[in-house]
């Protein structure tokens, strides 16, 4: 298959390797409006051979997410199959042996140069023992691997983020919260650009990603909302000998975007300000 080379434009590399996860949170942003499709899965073969005609840059490394990227089979095998000139990041809740990982990945296979830890552990309040994550990320901090802890800052869960907060600081594990998205008791908790298409009042809109959005099967999508809901919305997939990326603004008549698409964050850079998506309204 042929190179593709990301668009300087795009500020994220999403890989869904899966959508199963070992935890149940009831708030997961996954199963926002209670959607998420089934999806076949790559193995671990397939995956290394389509990440690896990715070119991208040093600053801009592929995501291993999901779910829970380290419930994939073959997750060891696509770790170290991909090319070594392709960064690295690992988003997961830690639900995983510590001593395995450290066996098959070494620490410099997902370490770069950036103002954020390559290994980015969420702690759920909800379902994750903090006192076991901190000790692991710890564990994993001392034999040199990049790994921080993301709070997930839910409003019911105040008193536990601020609790592992403190932890980190204390232990000099790069801490940062991780702002709860979605509705709660008829409230919608977040910041976003663009609230009124977070509650599905515009009809009619154009919108232009800044993300490459894998999905388990290898699709490709702009956006979290059709990643979650709309499966036939997919607009390419990394199987494809010819992948055009989609850089311009296009129709959407989606009537209410995903929180995740929507939001106010901070860009790889860690600039705060930034959307994953530029909207545009059509006439």
């Known amino acids: 298959m042929e190179t593709l080379e990301i668009p300087k434009s795009y500020n994220y590399i999403g890989v869904f390797l899966t959508f199963a996860c070992n935890l149940k949170c009831s708030y997961c942003i996954n199963h926002y409006d ?12 397939q995956w290394v051979e389509v990440l690896n005609r990715i070119k991208s840059r040093p600053d801009l ?3 291993l997410q999901g779910g829970e990227p380290t419930v994939h089979p073959d997750f060891y095998e696509i770790v170290n199959g991909v090319h ?29 140069s950036a103002k954020y830890a390559s290994i ?29 802890i993301w709070g997930v800052d839910h409003p019911k869960y105040k008193v536990e983020v601020q609790l592992c907060e403190q932890l980190s600081k204390l232990n000099g594990v790069d801490y940062r919260y991780k702002e709860f998205l979605g509705e709660l008791d008829g409230k919608l908790y977040g910041n976003y650009k663009y609230p009124e298409h977070m509650k599905g009042k515009v009809d009619r ?4 990603p800044s993300e490459m959005l894998i999905a388990p099967n290898g699709d490709i999508f702009r ?3 059709d990643l979650y809901e ?7 997939s990394l199987r494809d000998e010819h992948v055009h990326l989609m850089q311009d603004h296009v129709l959407c008549v989606s009537p209410k975007c995903n929180p995740c698409d929507g939001k106010i964050k901070y860009d790889r850079f860690q600039q705060d300000g930034h959307c994953s998506v530029d909207i545009k309204e059509s006439r």
């Open 34 to 45: 209670n959607a998420l499709p089934q999806y076949g899965h790559l193995t671990g073969v």
């Open 61 to 63: 490394p592929i995501t």
């Open 84 to 112: 070594k000139d392709i960064n690295i990041d690992i988003l997961t809740n830690g639900q995983f042996d510590e001593d395995q990982f450290m066996r098959h990945i070494p620490p410099d296979r997902c370490k770069r």
């Open 120 to 148: 980015r552990f969420s702690y759920h309040p909800e379902t994750v023992n903090l006192f076991k994550l901190e000790h692991k990320v710890n564990k994993m901090r001392k034999k040199g691997y990049s790994v921080g």
């Open 205 to 208: 809109c154009e919108c232009k």
């Open 223 to 225: 956006c979290h909302r």
């Open 230 to 236: 709309k499966p036939t919305r997919a607009y390419a």
